[in-house]
């Protein structure tokens, strides 16, 4: 496919567009991710929280796509945190798989103070196989410097809000100089604010001849953003994976980042418990 691979810190690849399902229900699920599957997407990005992983466990089953040719990432629910292990096994169960390829702890809840032990946990499981790689979600530098001060670990990703008008510059500096890749969450805003009425986007899509979305998840893959749109349509399923035959120009690249303005869409790190 076209798809490019990045190499994480691990030496691991990962496709860097894939397929997020928040917000898919259970009983939607298989069907949903049995259309990503067949449109060509390859990488899987689900969660405990999200209600759903039996239903991407049975698209996956029913694919008939050899397990090595995809790339599954499901997360540490914060409740969980002090027992990683038994979470991930009941992950692992619902998902049918006998490892996943990332598993993340998504979110820091630092007032629950079990992150650090949650991760020492999931370095035990990742020696046994049950793990390929480790990372974080939505940890700010002050999370991460601990982690690193407190590991022998670093996190392959941290997968974050990112979308033009709230890009996290601190974050994103400090975890790309530790080789932490940004994974974006949101990458199209959540559908939350008129992004596609954006000037720079509108002008981008009409120059190439793409839709404002194409030129949004464009303009995260030049920016080195690991992306996973969700859409339960197949029609936009299409549309998210035909950005590999444009570039944009450095001016229109510019002229979309300068749409930073401290719009965050959900929620903080530090208020979620
Ligand atoms: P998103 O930015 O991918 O937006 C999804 C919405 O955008 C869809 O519901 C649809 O309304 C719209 N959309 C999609 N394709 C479109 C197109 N081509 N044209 C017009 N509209 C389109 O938001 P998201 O789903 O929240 O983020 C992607 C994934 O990130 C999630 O599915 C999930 O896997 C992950 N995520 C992680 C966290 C975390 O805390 N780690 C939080 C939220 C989401």
Request: proline residues 4%; charged residues 25%.
């Amino acid at each position: 496919s076209d798809i490019p691979v990045m190499k994480l810190n691990d030496g691991y690849e990962i496709p860097q567009l894939g397929f997020g399902v928040f917000l898919v229900e259970e009983d939607e699920a298989q069907r949903v991710v049995m259309d990503a599957l067949e449109t060509g997407y390859r990488h899987i990005d689900t969660a405990k929280i999200y209600g759903n992983e039996e239903g991407v466990g049975r698209a996956i089953a029913e694919s008939g796509i050899a397990r090595k040719d995809l790339y599954i990432t499901t997360k540490l629910w914060n409740d969980d945190q002090p027992k990683a292990r038994q979470a991930l096994e009941q992950s692992l169960e619902r998902l049918g798989l006998d490892y996943v390829d990332l598993y993340l702890i998504h979110w820091p809840c630092a007032r629950q103070d079990a992150y650090l032990d949650a991760w020492h946990e999931m370095e035990k499981c990742r020696e046994e196989g049950l793990i390929r790689s480790i990372g974080v979600c939505n940890f700010l530098p002050k999370h991460l410097e601990r982690l690193l001060g407190e590991s022998e670990t670093v996190p392959v990703v941290n997968q974050i809000e990112l979308h033009p008008t709230y890009q996290q510059s601190s974050v994103t500096q400090y975890s790309r100089s530790h080789d932490i890749a940004i994974e974006a969450w949101g990458p199209l805003g959540q559908g939350k604010y008129d992004l596609f009425g954006e000037k720079p986007i509108k002008e981008a899509a009409e120059a190439h001849g793409k839709t404002p979305a194409q030129v949004v998840l464009r303009w995260h893959l030049q920016m080195k953003n690991i992306i996973f749109p969700k859409s339960v349509h197949v029609e936009r399923m299409r549309e998210n994976m035909e950005i590999f035959d444009f570039t944009l120009t450095s001016d229109e690249m510019s002229a979309i980042t300068a749409l930073e303005r401290g719009n965050r869409v959900s929620s903080h790190p530090d208020e979620v418990e």
